[in-house]
C-alpha cells in the first residue's frame, strides 16, 4: 500500500472530544504525526476577567467535567494567597479528601476508556460501574455527582459529618478489593498485555525534554508529584508514596494509575481519622488587592497551573489556565510515530488527554488561500464588527473590556 | 421442485435462518452483557435494530460504485443461507448432500468476507480501504487453520461429507473427545470469520470506524447485518454437526438439540468475546500461524495415527 494520509478527528469515534491528529501511514505504520489542538476554544480566561472572584469558582469549576475540583482548587489557592487568608486546617482536609475522590473516579474512568480503546469493553463495564461508587460518595458529600461546588474562597462549603466519613471509609475498602483485582488484570490477561506493553514510548529523556507531567512522567521514571514536591491542602502532613514505574510506555501508564488508585485510598483514610474540628471557612473580603499569584496543583492527568492576578477591584485582571493536557500533548505526536494505526487510539487516550480544558486558542484556515493564521483579541473584535457591519448591525459601541483597563 | 423453494425460502432456509439469526443475536448480545455485569437488551432488540435499519435510507457515496455496492450485501446474505442446505439440523442427515460437500460449505463460507472486503474497497472511502485490507489480511491468517480442524475429524470419519461426518460421530460418539483440540482451534478461528473481539480487527472501532461498513447505511447495512446474523448461526450449526455428537432420532427433540448445542457454541462464542482485548494485526496473524495452525495441525495427526490404530 501506498503511503496514505489519514485524518484522526475532529470527529473520531475514538476521540471523546474534537481534536484533530493527521496521521501518514505506510501500510499499518505511522511514520508522521501531527497534533492540532484548537477546536474547543471556549474563551474561560477572557469570561473569568468580567466576573468576580467568587462567580469566576464557578466558570473554572467548568473546565473539565472530570477534575472540577483540581480547577476550582488551584484557583482559589491563588485568590487565597494574594488575599493572605489563612484557611482553616479542616477546610484544607476536606479539599485533600475530595481531591482524592476525584483522582479516583477519574483514574477509573481512565481504566475503562483504555480498555474500551483496545476493544476490551469488559473492563470498561466493569471500571465504570466501580466508579459510580465514587461518584455516589460525592453526590453525597457534596451535592453534585460532576461540578462538586465544594470549594468557596477561604474554605469549603459543605462538613463531612461522622457518618459520611464512615461510608467513604466503608466505600474505600470495596474499591481496594476491586482494584487489586484491575491491577492483577492489568498484569496478567495476555491480549491486555500485548496491546499495551511496547506500545507508545517516551523514555525518561524525551519526557523531559517534551515536558510530560502527572502519570506519563511518572511512568517514565519521573519522580514528580506535586502533592509531594509543593505541598498543597493537606497533604503536607499525610503520608504517601509517589508511584513510578520504569516501563514508559502504556502498560506502565496504567500501573503507575491503578497503584495510584491504592495510594488514594490510604490518603482518604488517613484524612478522615486525622481531620481536626474547628470551622471550615475563613472570611476573605470581596475585593482581592492587587497582587499575583501562581498555583500549582497535581491533578489525576498531571499538574495543573493556574495565574491569578488581582488588581484590587473585586474581579480578576487576568486567569491564565494550564491544563495537564497541555503538558503532555507534546509528547503525543512523538509516541505515535514508528508506531501501528491501531495504537493510535490507546496512545492518545494514555496521556488521559482532556482537550477542551486545554484549549487557549482559535487556529483560523482559510480554505480558499490555504493558510493559516492565529487571531488575537483586537483582531476578533474588528473581524466580528466588520462581520455584524455587512449584516447591517453596528456594534463597534460595544466597549471593550481590555481597552478600558489599559 | 415446489419442496425446493420451500427449502430455500421458508425452513430451513431465509425465513428460519433470518428469525433464528435475530434470536442467536439476542442471545450473544444478552450473555456478553451478563458477563459484563451489564443487563443487556430485551429479547426484541435485534428484530427493533433490524426494522428501524431497513426503514432508513439508503446513502450511497457518489465515488462508489453503485452496483456493486449494491449487489455485495445480497451475495452475502445469499452466500450465508445457502450454506444451511447441506448442514445437518434435526437430525444427522442434512436436506442435500453429496460426497465434499464440506469443500462447498467451507467455499460458500469465505464468500462474505470477500464480500466485506468488496464492499469495503467499492466504498472508496479512507477508513472502509483500510478495514477491508484488514478483512483480507485477517481471512488468510483463521481459514487455513479452520479449515484444517475441520479435516481432522472428517479423516477419522472417512468422509468428505458434513452429513457422513455427523452420522458417523453420532455412531461412535466416544470419538469425538479426541477432536476436543480441534474444536477449540475451529471456535477461536471463527471468531476472525465472525469478526469479533478478539479478532474485531476490520471493523475496530475505535481505530477505523465501522471498517468495511463505514459507507454502508440503510436496508445495505441491515442486510450486511443480517448476514453476519446467519454466518453465526450456520457456523454454529456446521461446529455442533461436527464435534458435538448430540443428535436424535425424533425431528422434535433433534430440532431441541440443534437449538442447545448451538446456543451452547454462541455461549463460548460470547465468552471468548467478553474475556479479550482486540489484538493488532500483525498479532493476529502471527498467533495463527503459530499457535493456532499448530493446534489444528496435531488435531489432522491425532486423527490419522487414530485411524490407523483402528485399522
Known amino acids: 500500500m501506498a503511503k496514505v494520509v489519514i485524518p484522526i478527528g475532529p470527529q473520531h469515534p475514538a476521540l471523546k472530544e474534537p481534536e484533530n491528529f493527521i496521521l501518514s501511514l505506510d501500510g499499518e505504520r505511522v511514520v508522521g504525526a501531527t497534533v492540532n489542538l484548537g477546536y474547543n476554544h471556549r474563551g474561560i480566561e477572557k469570561a473569568c476577567e468580567q466576573r468576580t472572584f467568587l462567580q469566576d469558582i464557578y466558570i473554572i469549576e467548568r473546565i473539565c467535567g472530570i477534575c472540577s475540583h483540581s480547577h476550582s482548587t488551584a484557583f482559589t489557592q491563588a485568590v487565597e494567597e494574594i488575599a493572605g487568608t489563612q484557611v482553616p486546617k479542616r477546610a484544607l482536609y476536606i479539599r485533600a479528601i475530595v481531591g482524592e475522590l476525584e483522582r479516583i473516579h477519574s483514574h477509573l474512568l481512565w481504566l475503562g476508556v483504555a480498555g474500551h480503546e483496545v476493544g476490551f469493553d469488559t473492563l470498561f463495564m466493569y471500571s465504570w460501574r466501580d466508579r459510580e461508587l465514587v461518584l455516589e460518595l460525592l453526590q453525597d458529600i457534596t451535592g453534585n455527582r460532576v461540578n462538586y461546588g465544594i470549594n468557596t474562597l477561604g474554605g469549603v462549603r459543605r462538613d463531612i459529618s461522622p457518618e459520611d466519613a464512615e461510608r467513604i471509609k466503608k466505600t474505600m475498602d470495596v474499591l481496594e478489593e476491586r482494584t487489586k483485582y484491575y491491577i492483577k488484570l492489568a498484569t496478567e490477561e495476555t491480549t491486555l498485555i500485548e496491546r499495551f506493553s511496547g506500545v507508545g514510548r517516551l523514555s525518561k529523556e524525551d519526557a523531559f525534554k517534551y515536558g510530560a507531567t502527572g502519570p506519563v512522567a511518572r511512568a517514565a521514571g519521573i519522580s514528580k508529584d506535586v502533592r509531594r514536591d509543593d505541598p498543597y491542602a493537606a497533604y503536607g502532613e499525610i503520608p504517601f508514596d509517589v508511584i513510578t514505574d520504569e516501563h514508559a510506555d502504556v502498560f506502565g501508564r496504567t500501573v503507575v494509575r491503578v497503584k495510584e488508585l491504592l495510594e488514594s485510598y490510604k490518603i482518604i483514610r488517613f484524612a478522615l481519622d486525622n481531620m481536626p474540628d474547628g470551622p471550615i471557612s475563613a472570611r476573605v473580603p470581596r475585593k482581592i488587592p492587587t497582587g499575583e499569584a501562581v498555583s500549582r496543583y497535581e491533578a489525576p492527568r498531571g499538574e495543573d497551573i493556574h495565574y491569578v492576578k488581582a488588581n484590587g477591584t473585586d474581579m480578576p485582571e487576568r486567569v491564565k489556565v494550564r491544563a495537564p493536557t497541555m503538558a503532555n500533548a507534546a509528547s503525543v505526536a512523538h509516541m505515535l510515530q514508528g508506531g501501528y494505526l491501531a495504537d493510535v487510539p490507546i496512545v492518545i487516550a494514555a496521556i488521559d488527554p482532556c482537550f477542551s480544558c486545554t484549549d487557549r486558542t482559535i487556529r483560523v484556515k482559510d480554505l480558499r488561500r490555504g493558510d493559516e493564521s492565529v487571531m488575537d483579541w483586537n483582531g476578533l473584535r474588528e473581524y466580528s464588527i466588520g462581520w455584524y457591519r455587512q449584516r447591517g448591525v453596528d456594534c463597534s459601541a460595544i466597549k471593550d473590556f481590555r481597552k478600558e483597563d489599559i | ?311
Open chain 2, 1 to 311: 421442485m415446489g419442496w425446493s423453494i420451500f427449502y430455500l425460502l421458508v425452513f430451513p432456509g431465509l425465513i428460519f435462518l433470518g428469525a433464528y439469526g435475530l434470536v442467536v443475536e439476542f442471545a450473544d448480545r444478552k450473555i456478553y452483557a451478563r458477563l459484563q455485569n451489564r443487563k443487556g437488551p430485551p429479547w426484541f432488540q435485534p428484530f427493533a435494530d433490524f426494522v428501524k435499519l431497513v426503514s432508513k435510507e439508503t446513502i450511497i457515496p457518489r465515488e462508489a460504485d453503485r452496483r456493486m455496492f449494491k449487489a455485495l450485501p445480497v451475495f452475502a446474505l445469499a452466500a450465508v443461507s445457502t450454506v444451511i442446505l447441506y448442514t445437518p439440523i434435526w437430525s444427522t442427515g442434512a436436506l442435500f448432500s453429496f460426497e465434499g460437500d464440506m469443500i462447498v460449505i467451507l467455499y460458500l463460507l469465505t464468500i462474505p468476507t470477500l464480500t466485506f472486503f468488496l464492499g469495503g474497497w467499492h466504498s472508496s472511502s479512507l477508513f472502509s480501504t483500510l478495514g477491508s485490507v484488514r478483512a483480507l489480511t485477517q481471512l488468510f491468517a483463521y481459514e487455513v487453520p479452520l479449515f484444517m480442524a475441520l479435516l481432522g475429524p472428517a479423516i477419522l470419519a472417512g468422509s468428505w461429507s458434513v452429513s457422513g461426518v455427523a452420522a458417523y460421530y453420532a455412531a461412535n460418539p466416544a470419538m469425538a473427545l479426541v477432536n476436543i483440540p480441534g474444536f477449540a482451534a475451529a471456535l477461536i478461528a471463527t471468531q476472525g470469520k465472525l469478526e469479533r473481539v478478539p479478532f474485531d480487527i476490520p471493523d475496530a472501532e475505535t481505530e477505523i470506524v465501522a471498517g468495511p461498513f463505514t459507507e454502508y447505511g440503510g436496508r445495505l447495512l441491515a442486510l450486511f447485518r443480517m448476514s453476519l446474523d446467519i454466518e453465526m448461526v450456520v457456523v454454529a450449526a456446521l461446529l455442533s454437526a461436527v464435534f458435538i455428537p448430540l443428535f436424535s432420532g425424533s425431528a422434535l427433540l433433534g430440532m431441541l438439540f440443534f437449538v442447545a448445542k448451538t446456543l451452547f457454541v454462541v455461549f463460548l462464542l460470547a465468552a471468548m468475546r467478553a474475556a479479550m482485548a482486540r489484538l493488532r494485526i500483525e498479532q493476529m496473524v502471527s498467533f495463527c500461524w503459530k499457535f493456532l495452525t499448530p493446534l489444528a495441525l496435531a488435531q489432522v495427526l491425532i486423527d490419522v495415527l487414530l485411524k490407523g490404530l483402528i485399522k
